[in-house]
């Protein structure tokens, strides 16, 4: 069965930063993978060249394939990447909804990638188009709020209508970039309960970047780690130790942090129990 | 202290100083260039008053023919900015260096500035050789000359954009033209909509100044008036102008003040 995301030697620099090195990755379908590491590690970047929206290297950049089809190789795009992308749900820290368009509005335009171009263009969405943004709206439990203007919401609907939007794509692969990095704890919950049920119920593969270890430990069965654009863990989430965080956050000062952070979480007693170690 | 004080004050003006003094050596300068007489004011003074009153009282025997040419007027400023505006909002588009190559904008961005860079007034005269006397070439005028502003307007607006909603569109499997249409579009809208009508407002203006060299409108009755020496009814004109260009700009700006 091919795997639903296979990264191949992938290596991107910036002007003088290496990104990623060497990176190999295989995920298979139906997997839920939390992409943890600190700032800089290369996880957003990574995330970012799955979905083809930065492009690696052009002498040893490596593949990228998504669901057996080439999204990238040797910093080339695919130059069906705009059809790929359908496929690709992404997931944005900042939501990026377009602001002034209704909730409703915003969903529809998951359907952009899987009609036709002409009727995307002038947005002539049919009735089955209309119906399963409205049933993905209801899902993500916003149905209510389908004709106010998204600029609106709080921040925790926002995220919320954007996974309505990927839902309305009926992408396979679902990326989500630090999709609870801005929201309150509450609201942080309430969208990795749905991640890990679209993971569950529809056997969609998800990848989620974190920056909360115990977020990626209580919701993801698989933990890739990154260092240094290099991958630094893959393994079980639970096998990772304190002394493993440390190590991979670098400096003392960023790992009592997450331990506060931890400590926060009171309903988790794993997590408090990860502190005392 | 208070020395020291003084003097660091004194350091800190001095290059202002300096500044100041050429601003004052340049308008020394201009004033032989411009044949700056004030004098003039005081010493014709006589004559002045004279001639201001060989203005009034207006004469508003015409104001039927005053009106038909004043709706002329806003018509060519309506048409030439509808026309402006349909050709800045792709332009607008591929003049912003967020959407489109350099390859792309930089030369239309000069083409831009020639339209720009040119005053209507010429362009008017030109296109009353090209097509006639007559309203049409007004609008011609106004065309052209506003498609320069508005474009590098449209695309300033462009180039503010933020590049998520973009991204997140591009993410959904979108076209390039759809990232264009639901991602930047409506984030520019408030902004196109407020410079389109700025522009009518001023083009109501500039469609009186344009018939005064042959193309349509209220511009060619001024125009006829003053060269005849007929003042009073000069007079009834520019008010007929003024009032109606008070009304447009008034009516504009609530229209402008609902979309932002």
Known sequence: MTPAIHVDHLNKTFAKKTALVDLELTIATGEMVALIGASGSGKSTLLRHLAGLACCDKGNGGSVKVLGREVQASGRLNGKVRRLRADIGYIFQQFNLVNRLSVIDNVLLG????????????????????????????????????????????????????????????????????????????????????????????GKTVVVTLHQVDYAMRYCPRAVALKGGRIHFDGQGSAMSSQFLNDLYGADVDASLMICDQSRHAELPQRLALARA | MTT??????????????LGWGLFLVLLAWAWKGAEMNPLALYRDSGNMATFAADFFPPDFHEWRSYLKEMIVTVQIALWGTVLAIVCSVPLGILCADNITPWWIH??????????????????????VVAVGLGPFAGVLALWISTTGVLAKLFAEAVEAIDPGPVEGVRATGASALQEVIYGVIPQVMPLWVSYALYRFEANVRSATVVGMVGAGGIGVILWENIRAFQFVQTCAVLLVIIVVVSLIDVLSQRLRKRFI
């Open chain 2, 106 to 127: 930089q030369p239309l961005r000069r083409v831009m500035d020639a339209f720009r860079s040119i005053n209507e007034m010429v362009f008017a005269m030109l296109f």
């Open chain 2, 4 to 17: 020291l004080h003084a003097e660091a004050v004194g350091k800190r003006t001095w290059p202002q100083y």
């Open chain 1, 111 to 202: 359907c952009l990638g899987r009609m036709p171009r002409w009727r995307g263009s002038l947005g002539l969405f049919n009735a089955e188009e209309k119906q399963c943004a409205m049933q993905s709206l209801a899902r993500v439990g916003l149905a209510d709020l389908a004709q106010q203007r998204a600029s609106t919401l709080s921040g925790g609907q926002q995220q919320r209508v954007a996974i309505a939007r990927a839902l309305t794509q009926r992408a396979e692969v679902i990326l989500a970039d630090e999709p609870i990095a801005s929201l309150d704890p509450e609201s942080a919950r309430k969208v990795m309960e749905i991640l890990a049920d679209i993971n569950r119920r529809d």
